[in-house]
């Protein structure tokens, strides 16, 4: 049985070998990112019976390497690189290289003997680069709205008095004409009331009254061109953002129909076509862990219990471990749940009732919610909430 290492770069990967005696049958050698280092690789590693190989998923830089081994039909196992990290303090390594990561991951395949990780479906992968454009795009609008906040607060503060969201479709349109309040000052009432922002609904007498005669006085001072062309450009982006977010929400709805488990979570209350794409693009199927305590520790809703000696505290913080990014998207969705879903109410409310804080039960819930993913995932079946006896169903 052969262990090869490879610690991944971006344009370089170090691989080396050793076998079951831990004896080095491959020193260190660098391959690079491209088709000329991928053949003298597949040369280096020769056959791909009882050989395994494990490699860090560092960043994005991993994936073609992956596939490429996959398709040559070597098994594969992906490591975490802090487990790769807490492995190389155990023998209070002093130097760091990428010849001596590549030999120690080598070492660590061959005593912990990790699983062989299995390639996500094309439907999955689909799914996870789609739900996370859709956040970075959200998160985008969310600045150029903060900015557009900063301006308008410089150009015409009472503008947020008239309109009160800035990246609506009124906002936006009326700014991208009237960028501050000197511009409102030229501009004949009928102009602004008859101006469409929707392509149906016109701004109207009463607001284009009410924002010229809040711009004749307004104790905004910045009027310049700069000021006026940040706000136009904003106002530009605010639109074509909001354009991009309607088409990938429609693209995630249509990729979750296709895929069984995915429907089968929005049966769940308080869980959406978005946030049932965030958990399938995150985990795959929920039902490849072992159980749902499982999935929660690889969620990372647990506790991080330190106890020792004398000290045994009560409580314990959420541990930092865990899928992050997925415990921060179900949040809101168990917020949602806690109010829609009776099972899930009832339980919330059952812990409130016994004393728990409300962050504290609301954690307790999420990790209840994912009980539910997981048993819909095993099941292969839609949500059917067993209530207590004691708990009213909603009127």
């Known amino acids: 049985m052969r262990f090869v290492g490879i610690d991944i770069g971006k344009e370089k990967h170090a691989v080396a070998?050793?076998?079951e005696s831990r004896t080095v049958v491959l020193k260190a050698t660098t391959v690079t990112e491209d088709a000329t280092g991928y053949a003298k690789l597949r040369e280096l590693l020769s056959d791909h019976a009882d050989t395994l190989v494990a490699m860090e998923a560092t960043g994005h830089y991993w994936q073609n390497l992956f596939a490429f081994l996959v398709s040559e039909g070597f098994a594969i196992a992906l490591l975490n690189p802090l487990r790769t990290r807490r492995y190389a303090e155990e023998d209070l390594v002093r130097a760091k290289t990428d010849a001596i990561d590549a030999l120690m991951i080598a070492r660590m395949a061959e005593e912990k003997r990790p699983a062989v990780t299995q390639l996500s479906d094309v439907a999955v992968r689909e799914l996870r680069e789609l739900v996370r454009l859709r956040d970075r795009w959200v998160q985008e609008l969310g600045d150029r709205v903060r900015q557009l906040h900063r301006l308008v607060d410089l150009g015409f503060p009472e503008f947020t008095r008239h309109v009160k969201d800035l990246d609506s479709a009124l906002a936006t349109t009326i700014l991208a004409e009237y960028p501050t309040a000197a511009a409102f000052k030229r501009v004949r009432p009928g102009v602004l009331a008859n101006m469409r922002y929707d392509g149906r609904h016109a701004v109207g007498r009463a607001l284009a009254k009410d924002l010229i005669v809040a711009a004749k006085c307004s104790v905004g001072a910045h009027h310049s061109e700069a000021y006026q062309l940040q706000v136009r450009t904003l106002c530009e982006d605010i639109v074509t953002?909001?354009?991009?977010?309607?088409?990938?929400?429609?693209?995630i709805e249509r990729s979750l129909e296709t895929h069984e488990i995915g429907k089968l979570l929005t049966t769940i209350d308080g869980i959406g076509p978005h946030s049932a794409a965030r958990i399938i693009g995150e985990l795959g199927d929920p039902a490849h862990f072992k159980s749902a305590a499982a999935l929660a520790s690889h969620v990372g809703v647990v506790p991080a219990t330190k106890q020792s000696g004398k000290r045994q505290p009560l409580r314990a913080p959420l541990s930092s471990l865990g899928n992050?990014?997925?415990?921060?998207?179900?949040?809101?969705?168990?917020?949602?749940?806690?109010?829609?879903?009776p099972w899930l109410r009832a339980f919330y409310e059952g812990l409130r009732a016994r004393g728990k804080a409300p962050k504290i039960a609301l954690i307790a819930a999420m990790r209840k919610l994912l009980t539910a993913v997981y048993s819909v995932a095993k099941r292969?079946?839609?949500?059917?909430?067993?209530?207590p006896d004691h708990a009213a169903m909603p009127a």
């Open 380 to 387: 292969r079946q839609p949500f059917v909430p067993k209530l």
């Open 324 to 341: 992050a990014r997925l415990r921060k998207a179900l949040w809101m969705p168990t917020l949602v749940a806690v109010r829609r879903n």
């Open 17 to 19: 070998a050793i076998d």
């Open 241 to 251: 953002l909001r354009k991009r977010l309607r088409r990938i929400e429609g693209e």
